[in-house]
């Protein structure tokens, strides 16, 4: 009976991974999406429907210098006054034109902008396009870091949940072969509880992973637009592997930063826009003038009577005082917010980069046999444990070593590749893991 118990227990341990994983998948039925990094890239730019939407306001932006450039209508007007009787020398009514005369005229007027105006609502309307641009160019920046890092942390977390998988479909069959032996005298209680205990500690943290697991597959399937799947993230570790925080330099790092990073420019735009807003509220302030052509029948002191007009506001007292003033405090206001975003580049670049050489010497500490050393270890663990060489105990915590000692693995290797996309983001160029 012992000897039947053993081999259970190494045939448990034995069970591989990735069946373990299937069973433990959540009963929710869903196809599975295998993606490398490319291919992943490229449904976000195709779907995500952010994207689309910041795209549609690059046209309304675009249509609105349309609208700029457009000069104001004419203005026409006609009248038609009622008929009047004609009266001849005697004052009697004239029986051949009675009421065959009426006041009639025509009245064109053209507005003119004055003080440049137009040309500057078109320079106003077209910064804003540029600025819609880079919002959109930075909207893409965003997501595609939260894309790869939920790639990247996905797969990782994966590898994770595979060895709390492996030891909780261990656990139960111990549990399940260690009570039928408690009832025939062979294994004490006090065991049983304790890996009963060890289980339900496994299930819980196994369960959080799982939910940390849902909730970055939820975020990247909102990011890819697709329909409720399970994306299975498939990472070239060939190029993760020979990532180099010293591949470029500290200078062409940040210089490279100061030119792509698209919110620097939008702040520098933000700047640029209040500067033409100013301008073109100072162009407000001046009045605009109408010029207009009339001709009267019978209206005036002479028959046919005939006019030129010129018009114009007379800025007494509404020199749109509180639109300039207004502008002004934008400007320095968007000018501090462009100083605070330059000031943060350089730093940012350079924890980035001292974060992801921090990184590096870590994971190259780590030999390269030590995951395959440790298995073998706890296979002989195991085997010590069915010859009863070593207790229950010290069972349980080798194997709780081994498990937090993969997970640390895991973890040091993400964290790896995520400072490395940390470079990329605070750069606002792909130089790593292409």
Do not use: C, W
């Amino acid at each position: 009976m012992q000897k039947t118990k053993h081999l259970i227990l190494l045939a448990v341990f034995l069970l591989p991974a990735i069946t373990i994983i299937s069973a433990q998948q959540a009963p929710l039925k869903m196809d599975t999406v295998t993606l490398k990094l490319d291919e992943a890239e490229n449904l976000f730019l195709k779907n995500n429907f952010l994207l689309l939407s910041q795209k549609y306001n690059i046209d309304v932006q675009k249509a609105l210098v349309i609208q700029a450039k457009l000069y104001p209508n004419p203005n026409i007007s006609i009248y038609n006054g009622p008929l009047i009787p004609i009266h001849d020398d005697q004052g009697r009514f004239d029986s051949v034109g009675f009421f065959k005369r009426n006041d009639y005229g025509i009245n064109f007027s053209q507005l003119i902008l004055l003080a440049g105006k137009r040309n500057k609502s078109v320079k106003l309307a077209e910064a804003n396009v540029k600025l819609a641009e880079y919002q959109f160019y930075d909207l893409i920046r965003t997501l595609k870091y939260t894309l790869r890092s939920d790639f990247y942390n996905i797969y990782y977390l994966q590898e994770s949940a595979k060895v709390y998988a492996k030891e909780i479909a261990a656990l139960q069959q111990i549990v399940t072969a260690f009570n039928q032996q408690k009832d025939k005298g062979y294994i004490a209680e006090k065991e049983v509880i304790r890996v009963q205990a060890q289980l339900y500690s496994l299930q819980s943290e196994y369960n959080d992973l799982i939910n940390q697991i849902n909730d970055t597959q939820s975020e990247l399937r909102l990011i890819l637009q697709v329909k409720p799947a399970y994306i299975n993230p498939v990472p070239d570790l060939k190029n993760v592997e020979d990532l180099n925080p010293l591949q470029y330099s500290l200078t062409t790092l940040i210089d490279t930063a100061y030119k792509n990073r698209t919110d620097l420019q939008i702040a520098k735009q933000t700047t640029n826009i209040s500067k033409l807003n100013l301008n073109y509220q100072k162009s407000l302030a001046v009045p605009d003038l109408t010029a207009g052509l009339s001709y009267q029948k019978y209206g005036g002191y002479v028959e046919s009577f005939q006019s030129a007009s010129i018009a114009m506001d007379l800025p007494f007292f509404n020199r749109n005082q509180g639109n300039i003033k207004s502008a002004k405090s934008v400007i320095d206001m968007n000018a501090a917010s462009q100083k605070s975003v330059e000031a943060s580049v350089e730093e940012q670049v350079f924890r980035a980069v001292q974060k992801s050489i921090d990184n590096e010497k870590m994971y190259k500490l780590i030999d390269s046999k030590f995951p395959k050393d440790f298995e073998r270890l706890l296979n002989e663990v195991l085997i010590n444990y069915q010859k009863r060489n070593i207790g229950l105990l010290d069972f349980l915590d080798f194997y709780d070593s081994y498990k937090q000692n993969t997970l640390q693995l895991n973890n040091i290797q993400y964290n790896r590749v995520q400072a490395f996309e940390d470079l990329n983001f605070y750069t606002g160029t792909t130089f790593f893991n292409k």
